[in-house]
């Protein structure tokens, strides 16, 4: 691995593509796609899978109801986990609940169909060069914005700068090694790359790069903007209230019909509510005062199986895994013994028990889950399971090395600070790792709390040893695991010959130049089996050298009332059927109400 260029691949990813992830264990979830056993299913490989391993859950289905039956009119409020920080999408971090509110305004250049393939949405067509290098993208014609103004290549071009200097977008920028955009027609778009990705289509999927927005405006007035955006998509925005409540109404413009021809969307008016307490919004749901409610907690999806009175639960598991972080460059987790030990003594099921999740979520050993196509069972056995006395041996096989790197006499237990955002569910969790570290007589653990921002902030300033996070998302691999790779400081970058290479979302800071080699090769070629057998080795990699642990996938649900039809089943406008609903991020253009 010594092409340069390789390395030149990628500096970084836009901070939020993990922060979003932040609070690693966090939740008392975890998910991994259909992890029931019940009955086989088939992934996007085409393969059976589906073995039995005891869980009580599968993922809801994702089914195509087409549209008879679907009402025009209605209006539904929604409980969100949480306020958005902004609306725009060049500039604001978006996570599950601001996708829900931004989806609305926005649409996409490109989408995810069922199988997790990367298919036009606002953009007609795509197509590479043969390296990979130019990506030219044809709009559909005839889409206005909610101001009137018409959507053309330019329009494409013109949010471009905006991008860049974007604190959000800009990351990305970067991240997809994109230098230009060009308007090469009235409706063609020529993206330029600095370097080849494969994978840039994934980047058009999601809100920086992939929301479209009226630049003019934008640029007019971007602080404005944040709360009277305005964007292409089935809803227009009515009002804003922060940490109240944010309206939109039916856009009577909009491009979509419907199968039958009918306009989209169904629904007139809906109501987003930040109700950031678990309890709190699962009772607004059941109480009447919202229709639908999100959730990436776990324990908060037992409770709504266990109500008592009807609702329909639309659940997700899928490349989201809890766990943690060690930071190797403070000792003594610049010790592999040291990372290895206190992994061998993670006991998973009990953290799982403890967030909430027995029988919903399963033991996690990479960053795919079990129904991903991404998944390997070869991985699976590479992955150190709890084992106490191993756990306890490779701990005292550094602890009696006098040559240790924390500075401490030969013998004497480490010092590991423990920390984790002030949710209940978490602390418990946390306690559960705390104790079994403990009880090996060879830790001193101090447990901490922080806000989640703050949580937040000291990942990204390397202030943390042992640190709780979420890892892994349904998009491509690359982007996750590119920046998770990069060079985390200058010196690091300087020494592999890398300069100017640095990933501030390389959290745990571990850098290993094969992986890394790897994880640049993977977005030089789209052969599905190539690009397989690369992020297995980087999986392998993690398994030996554990600069992350795992405890169990992620489970994340839409619950809405009976009457709140076509969560389940959104098109793409070529007719297929979309992913659906992962990380509790819904498309609510075909949701109607049923009258019945």
Not at 284 to 292: K, N, R
Not at 306 to 325: K, R, S, Y
Not at 428 to 433: D, E, K, T
Request: aromatic share 8%; proline share 7%; net charge negative.
């Amino acid at each position: 691995m010594k092409r340069r260029g390789w390395y030149r691949l990628l500096a970084l990813l836009f901070a939020f593509a993990l922060v979003a992830a932040a609070c690693g264990d966090d939740d008392d979830d975890t998910t991994s796609g259909d992890e029931s056993g019940e009955e086989e299913s088939t992934d996007d490989t085409g393969e059976e899978s589906g073995d039995d391993d005891g869980l009580d859950n599968e993922d809801s289905e994702v089914t195509d109801e087409g549209s008879e039956g679907a009402v025009a009119g209605g209006e539904i409020a929604i409980g969100l986990e949480a306020e958005a920080v902004g609306l725009r999408p060049w500039e604001d971090t978006c996570s599950s609940p601001c996708y829900n509110m931004m989806v609305t305004i926005y649409d996409k250049l490109v989408e995810q169909d069922v199988d997790g393939q990367y298919q036009p949405y606002l953009a007609e067509s795509y197509e590479p060069n043969e390296d990979f290098t130019t990506w030219t993208l044809t709009l559909r014609e005839g889409i206005t914005f909610h101001n009137g103004v018409e959507l053309t290549a330019q329009t494409i071009a013109d949010m471009f700068p905006l991008q860049q200097e974007g604190a959000v977008a800009s990351g990305q920028v970067t991240s997809a090694n994109l230098a230009g955009v060009e308007a090469t027609g009235d409706l063609e778009v020529t993206y330029t790359l600095s370097q080849p990705n494969s994978a840039f289509p994934a980047f058009l999927s999601r809100a920086p790069l992939g929301m479209v927005f009226e630049p003019a405006a934008a640029a007019a007035d971007p602080d404005g903007y944040s709360t009277e955006p305005i964007g292409t998509g089935p809803f227009t925005i009515e009002s804003r209230d922060l940490d109240n409540e944010t309206v939109v109404v039916r856009n009577p413009d909009y491009w979509r019909t419907n199968e039958a021809g009918d306009p989209l969307p169904y629904l007139d008016s809906i109501s987003f509510r930040p109700i950031p307490d678990e309890g709190t919004r699962l009772d607004a749901l059941l109480s009447g005062t919202v229709d639908a409610m999100q959730s990436l907690r776990q324990g908060t999806i037992r409770n709504a199986r266990d109500a008592d009175q009807e609702i329909t639960l639309h659940e997700f598991q899928g490349n989201n895994v809890g766990g943690g972080m060690f930071n190797v460059l403070v000792p003594p987790f610049d010790d592999v013994r040291v990372r290895l030990g206190l992994v061998q003594l993670n006991s998973q099921e009990q953290v799982i028990e403890a967030l909430g999740g027995t029988g919903i979520s399963a033991p996690g050993t990479q960053m795919f889950s079990p129904d991903s196509p991404w998944y390997s069972e070869t991985v699976a056995e590479a992955w150190p399971s709890f084992d106490f006395e191993a756990g306890v041996a490779s701990l005292q096989e550094y602890i009696d090395d006098p040559a240790r790197t924390d500075g401490k006499a030969a013998g004497e237990p480490i010092d590991v600070e423990l920390s984790c955002p002030p949710d209940p569910s978490l602390i418990a969790a946390m306690q559960v790792v705390e104790q079994v570290w403990s009880e090996s007589g060879l830790v001193n653990v101090e447990l901490t709390n922080f806000d989640q921002q703050t949580h937040i902030n000291n990942a990204l300033s390397d202030q943390h040893h042992a640190h709780c996070w979420r890892w892994g998302a349904d998009d491509d691999p690359s982007i996750v695991l590119n920046p998770l790779l990069a060079p985390p400081t200058e010196e690091i970058a300087a020494a592999a010959g890398l300069e100017g290479v640095v990933s501030p979302v390389n959290f745990p800071n571990w850098f290993d130049p094969e992986s890394f080699g790897a994880a640049v090769e993977a977005v030089r070629t789209d052969d599905f089996d190539e690009r397989y057998a690369l992020y297995e080795s980087i999986m392998l990699r993690f398994a030996e050298q554990v600069p992350v642990w795992y405890s169990g996938h992620t489970a994340t649900m839409i619950a809405t009332e009976p009457s709140v039809m076509g969560v389940n089943g959104w098109h793409l406008p070529n007719g297929d059927l979309g992913i659906g609903f992962p990380g509790a991020e819904g498309r609510w253009t075909e949701v109607w109400l049923d009258q019945g």
